[in-house]
């Protein structure tokens, strides 16, 4: 809504500018034109003198020379201006494209997996899966999550204390889709910080998915061990801190384990 707003206003400013443009450029015509039609009657009454007739009618053609003049140097200007701005409409809309085509469903459900696997605030696991380390969560709760995730049978079992090791196959399938999700939105969110894209649309379409609450703490725990990996993340996180409202998850079942 926010955008659309500004496209308006946009378009309005658009024509005000030309308007002013030309209203100074048929002004100054008209004024150029009295004072030759002006020196001509005055030396044809003989008030005026040749060379003060043709110097008036030069001075005219000049001013009016150099108004159009300065009138085509800010259309040039405005014409690059809305170039660039179109460039950057075009560049943030291929990379919501390429968003929107990706594998991103998978990747969320990564983060959300991943999220889950501490306590909130902590990070134990989540730093072991980053460092390629087996590690042991409940089992009732996470066997089926990972085979789901995974589609694969090559599963570990649940041992006699009710935990389950995410090792081997779950382990680097969960980490892969993991850094894919973070690497993606570090491309994405680099452009914003260079301007290289339309930082408005960027913010509108993807500040919403990174204040969802499993996500947004996933990568406030991500940046307690690895502080300096995702800078442009980190900044467009608290960048939106305040701007949009945490969307809460819907509470879902535990999962109960059917062997």
Known sequence: MKVTILKILKKKTNLL???????VSVSCMAFSIFFII????EYLSNEIEFEQMASIVLSSFSAFGLVFAAAGFVISIKTKADAHDEALRMKTFDIIVNWSNGN????????????SLDPKDEYENMQKLFLRQAFYV????????????CKSTIISEIDENGTYCIDDEPL???????????????????GRRLSIVNEEVITEEFGPLLRDEEISDFINKLKKFEPTTYPSLYSFLETIENKFVVRKPIPDKVPVLID
């Open 38 to 41: 002006f020196s001509i009657s």
């Open 138 to 149: 409940n089992g009732q709760k996470f066997k089926l999550i990972i085979k789901d995730f």
């Open 172 to 190: 680097y399938a969960l980490r892969a889709s993991v850094i894919n999700f973070l690497n993606d939105f570090e491309a994405i969110l680099v």
């Open 104 to 115: 991103q469903e998978n990747q969320l459900k990564a983060i959300k997996i991943a999220e």
């Open 17 to 23: 500018l030309y308007l002013v443009i030309g209203i």
